[in-house]
């Protein structure tokens, strides 16, 4: 399955956001707390590059799904700001990128 969302550009978008999507709750839920609770602030570092690739990833893949598909402002800007939400891209996932020529998310 994995193959055959590597082959188009909005099963990229998708894969992608699923990894964006753990990271950020990895560095909210996990790093965060170990930075500042138990004093290791090697995690926020560590996890808090990888979402940032992640993160810039996504947003490059989101543009190239936008003009592929030639997707409105409204679908760009609500998956835009899914991407700095916890969960956010999780919903994106099922509201836009699975069923992405419905005009409603």
Same mark, same amino acid.
């Given at each position: %399955?994995?193959?055959?969302l590597?082959?188009?550009?909005?099963?990229?978008?998708?894969?992608?956001?699923?990894?964006?999507?753990? +990271?950020l709750?990895?560095l909210?839920?996990i790093? %965060?707390?170990?930075?500042?609770?138990?004093?290791?602030?090697?995690?926020?570092?560590?996890?808090?590059?990888? *979402?940032?690739?992640?993160?810039?990833?996504y947003?490059?893949?989101?543009?190239?799904?936008?003009?592929?598909?030639?997707?409105?402002?409204?679908k760009?800007?609500?998956?835009?700001?899914? +991407?700095?939400?916890?969960?956010?891209?999780?919903?994106?996932?099922?509201?836009?990128?699975? *069923?992405?020529?419905?005009?409603? %998310?």
């Amino acid at each position: %399955m994995l193959a055959n969302l590597l082959k188009t550009a909005l099963g990229r978008l998708r894969v992608v956001a699923f990894l964006e999507g753990t +990271s950020l709750l990895i560095l909210f839920g996990i790093a %965060m707390p170990l930075k500042y609770i138990a004093g290791y602030p090697q995690a926020v570092q560590v996890i808090g590059m990888a *979402h940032g690739v992640l993160f810039i990833l996504y947003v490059i893949l989101l543009i190239q799904v936008v003009f592929e598909l030639g997707w409105g402002w409204k679908k760009f800007i609500l998956a835009f700001f899914a +991407s700095v939400i916890p969960f956010g891209t999780f919903i994106a996932d099922a509201k836009i990128f699975k *069923h992405p020529n419905r005009n409603t %998310m």
